[in-house]
């Protein structure tokens, strides 16, 4: 069965400082990995993706991701936090194979709040 | 930049009552979906839907459920007599041709509905 977790109901950083959203996933396959990030009364916003290829995926403001599959584990990044990244960061995967429109099963979420 | 949109934003409505959630997704998209997410967990995929069918569904979406693209452009959910349990965020995604998983889905804002 497909799964995801997010061990970190909350993770909090300083202005400035690097950032890590930790997840780990279990999928039948090869997986295609996804975080999407959800700002206060607004759906949830495509960040990046892993399908394959190079492990380390860049995606939108400054985030990035790195695949690894021996710890099964797809954490999301960022150098240099902003206070406006304080939301909730889902990760999300998709089995790679026998499965059919892209059904994503979704961790319980991270909440990042970066303070000045 | 196009979006999925989602009406109404706030659905309140009793018991046993049917309830039809409104998407419209983004025009070019050929492949949609419903997920929920009940205050406190994980967002849960109900359906697929795609070329007028419904594709893949979950444990969740029973008989009670129901989807239906009326038109060329809305994408409905209905519950046909609603429960307490049924009281829920409703995202809508939709998702481009090719149908392939690593398409990543868009999201719409969410309906809240909340059941009396």
Known sequence: ?116 | EPEVTQTPSHQVTQMGQEVILRCVPISNHLYFYWYRQILGQKVEFLVSFYNNEISEKSEIFDDQFSVERPDGSNFTLKIRSTKLEDSAMYFCASSEAGGSGYNEQFFGPGTRLTVL
């Open chain 1, 1 to 116: 069965a497909q799964s995801v977790a997010q061990p970190e109901d909350q993770v909090n950083v300083a202005e400035g400082n690097p950032l890590t959203v930790k997840c780990t996933y279990s999928v039948s396959g090869n997986p295609y990995l996804f975080w999407y990030v959800q700002y206060p009364n607004r759906g949830l916003q495509f960040l990046l993706k892993y399908i394959t290829g190079d492990n380390l995926v860049k995606g939108s403001y400054g985030f990035e991701a790195e695949f690894n599959k021996s710890q099964t584990s797809f954490h999301l990044k960022k150098p240099s936090a902003l206070v406006s990244d304080s939301a909730l960061y889902f990760c999300a995967v998709r089995a790679g194979k026998g499965s059919t429109l892209g059904r994503l099963y979704f961790g319980r979420g991270t909440q990042l709040t970066v303070w000045p």
